[in-house]
């Protein structure tokens, strides 16, 4: 006995420690896990880090178009001094010092570079919107696939509820002797296929949970609030005509359509010619035979560019390749977006109409059930009739669940085609 007793300790006692060991799940709805993701996600915070740099380099390009200043300073020492009939040409003891200031008076690259990098700026931040959308409809998608486990885990629940009961009657028919051993082995096969599917259905419970807890970057799982509401659907012809103008991807292909043109337009900067001033103050200890102890001197410096082996039509023709790739990209992308407004419309159509199919299914499916079950009581059928109607009402309701996910992911493809899903 106390053996029996020691064996059911040590089988209760891991279980009782991993459930303790657990972590507590947290339940978010779906706005509340878009905006955690959106703003604890690594992807958002590299894609706000990206814009973060691309305002750095508009800040260094601005710098080559504006005044420098700079001071030097040198202490020179010999080992004696240099001396020539008498003189002293070259002291032991030397120290120079220069305050310079240099100014692009014509720069047109250093002018060029700086509009071109606030071009790259705005790209950079149409690239972060497009990217936290990507991220927000994972989230999205996510979060509605752990509402529809949640069903199927109902689903299975209900079928193993149903399984217990034809089994507990089985067994007592069996036992009043008017039942026989094949109906109880038959009732208790269809126990076991329900209880493994409800174990697989929580398991893959879990796994979603996990991964929306990484979207949204907790510490452990997040699970879906019960209520969802998706926003109200537009028209077809609203679809078509928000999708190719409102959406971030489509304002990303356009931010590059206007910075490659813009550079292609700013190629004469190549050929311009360049003016600089340099203005200097400068202390020479002792003084030289051509630099006094204190003097200044100014600068003026022109560059011209003849002949740079063919470089600058390169790159000319280079920005010209860049700006026509982001037309046909802009075009080709604004085409799938069309198809795919029209694709979830038409998925959304289909899908409505075969929910209510299937939600009539699944009430014929239970009806059948239960007129089964009444039979077999009755003892005007065998159980055979019972455990093809349990089997026909699980995957009945199986399929109306399935049917309702589509409809929401329907839903939700159409709002993200037409650029209607914010965050």
């Not at 958002?44 to 030097?72: C, M």
């Not at 998925?347 to 007129?371: I, M, N, T």
Request: hydrophobic share 45%; aromatic share 4%.
């Amino acid at each position: 006995m106390r053996g029996l007793v020691a064996g059911l300790l040590c089988l209760v006692a891991p279980a009782a420690r991993a459930e303790a060991q657990a972590p507590e799940i947290e339940i978010l709805t779906l706005e509340g896990a878009v905006a955690r993701a959106l703003g604890r996600n690594p992807t958002a915070a590299i894609v706000a880090e990206e814009i973060h740099r691309a305002e750095a380099l508009v800040t260094q390009a601005r710098a080559g178009a504006l005044p420098s200043l700079a001071f030097n300073a040198s202490y020179l020492r010999l080992d004696h001094d240099r001396v020539l009939n008498t003189r002293v040409i070259s002291a032991a003891n030397q120290v120079s010092a220069s305050l310079s200031a240099t100014l692009p008076l014509i720069a047109p690259q250093r002018w060029v570079q700086l509009s071109r990098s606030r071009d790259n700026l705005e790209v950079a931040r149409m690239s972060g919107e497009e990217a936290r959308r990507q991220l927000a409809i994972t989230v999205a998608r996510t979060y509605l696939t752990i509402v529809a486990q949640h069903r199927v885990i109902e689903v299975a629940e209900r079928a193993r509820r149903t399984a217990e009961a034809h089994l507990s009657f089985a067994r007592q028919r069996f036992s009043a002797g008017y039942g026989n051993r094949l109906d109880e082995v038959r009732a208790a096969q269809e126990l076991a296929t329900d209880g493994a599917q409800l174990q697989v259905a929580i398991g893959q419970l879990a796994r979603l949970r996990e991964a929306l807890g990484v979207l949204v970057s907790s510490e452990g799982p997040v699970d879906a609030a019960d209520a969802l509401t998706l926003p109200a659907v537009p028209t077809l012809e609203e679809a078509l005509r928000e999708g190719t103008t409102r959406r971030s991807d489509v304002l990303l292909g356009q931010a590059r359509i206007a910075a490659a043109e813009h550079a292609v337009r700013t190629g004469w900067a190549d050929y311009a010619p360049s003016l600089t001033a340099n203005a200097q103050a400068y202390l020479q200890d002792p003084p030289t035979l051509t630099v006094p102890i204190l003097g200044w001197q100014v600068l003026v410096a022109l560059t011209v560019p003849l002949y740079d082996g063919g470089l600058r039509y390169g790159q000319q023709r280079e920005r010209r390749i860049f700006a026509h790739q982001a037309r046909l990209t802009l075009d080709g992308g604004q085409r799938q977006i069309e198809g795919d407004v029209r694709a979830a419309w038409e998925s959304l159509q289909r899908v409505e109409a075969a929910r209510e199919e299937a939600r009539e299914a699944a009430r014929l499916a239970g009806e059948g059930l239960k007129l089964a079950n009444l039979a077999y009581q009755a003892g005007a059928t065998g159980n055979l009739d019972v455990i093809d109607a349990e089997r026909r009402a699980r995957d009945a309701e199986t399929a109306a669940v399935m049917v309702e996910d589509a409809a929401r992911q329907a839903q939700l493809d159409l709002l993200i085609a037409s650029g209607r899903f914010t965050f």
